[in-house]
């Protein structure tokens, strides 16, 4: 294994330890290794002891290396890898029947609950830390793209969006798999306004929408906005939606207009769907002609692994009928500010630019002609590059601090890639009452209601990865664990 390129800002021992957490990610150092000689990696690297150190230390405080008395470092056995996994859901039961989606209330409440009682510490977005993304830079691009073109905040922008940045996206789509003109993409208002276009292209009022469940709980709500209703599709933690629960829901109902999916790192499970799965699904997609809708807004977020490189491949990639509408986000991966969404509808397409065309014109020009120069240079792989990195990081401390605080019998899996957890609670405690008293110590959690119009995942809460781990959030879900097992004991 070699080590990848410097970027430009990350220190000499960040990069080591980056090195390392990849060697043991990927089994060469195995736990109760010894790692090499303080000496050896000096000599290896060509670095300072103080290097080795700050590395070795680095690594040492996220739980991958434990320093023994006079013998060195030795890989550890994370507390982590000790969690018992989710379980996979019970697909020896009939489907749910289709609802219309009631979660706007309980939206309305978590939002307002948040603002009335202000939390010190916020597990509850899925974001990152503003630091995170490339804003200098960003920021650069904008006042070049205005230097250039003076009059560009006057002059009307493009209907499908800036040619420039369609076909930047279309060059990068190359490598999920997709071959697409600039033509074939719309570009949005976050990949929010691209669902909500996609479900009004192929669905009316009244209509069937199968969906994962647990799912985003903004696609409920759009679903609920449309007066649509939502059918939720059993769906496993590690390999996204049953597709023989889908099988069997389409054909019970008949009426499903279309399957809503995200292969990559789904919110909130963090699920990958393999490539099989994938293609089965389009399969039936295509037996019962009917719209697949593919949320990608997470894949540029999931790890170049060995296991899971072969897995990052769109559903569309496989699509020769135009029968999935593609979805994407820029939100995650490069700036929540541009709010920046694309979508690529094959068969609806003439029908999603209308759509788009009628609900908000063209997005602002400036925005994408700066996402479009940074993305067309070497900055953004780096930029991506690095961003997993720091995700890495901060998934394997928040785990391990959950590992460390919470009782007996919390379960949680750690998925590969992106920037949230997914952590089953003891003996089914309920996350609202988890929920209450975290706000009252200004603890924010998002819990398990609000990612299914079912009552099923009450015992569940989603924690946010996106932030720099530091003391503040070790103080926070330690606090959070103590909530959860003073809980847990009064259920005993
Ligand atoms: C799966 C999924 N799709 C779509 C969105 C919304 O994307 P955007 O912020 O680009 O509108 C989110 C945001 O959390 C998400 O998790």
Redesign the pocket.
Known sequence: MTMTQPTRHEPIYQRLASHYRDVIHAGSLAPGDRMPSLRTLMRQHAVSLSTVLQFSRQLESEGWLEARPRSGYFVRHPRRSALARVAEPRLDVAPDPAQYVGIHARVSEFVARRRLQPSKIDFSA??CAPELYPGEALKNAAIRALRRQPDLLVSPSQARGSRHLRSVLAKRAINIGLALSSEDIQIT?????A?NIALRAVAQPGDTIAVESPT?Y??LQILESLNMRALEIPTSPETGMSTGALELALQTYPDIKAVVV?PHL??PLGSMMPAAHKQQLLRLCQHHDIALIE?D??SELANRSDAQAASIRAIKSWDTGGQVIY?A????TLA?GL???WMAAGRWQARVEMLKYAQTRSNEELPQLAAAEFMASSQYDRHLRTLRGKLDVQRAKTAEAIATYFPAGTRMNLPDGGLTLWVELPGQLSSGAVFDAALDAQILVAPGWLFSNSRRFDHFVRLNCGWPYDAVLDRGLRGLGEIVGRLAHRLE
């Open positions: 899925a974001r208002n976050g990949c929010i306004e669902l985003f903004g696609l995200v789904q919110n949320d807004s997470y979805c986000s820029l939100h995650k929540p709010r920046l969404g």
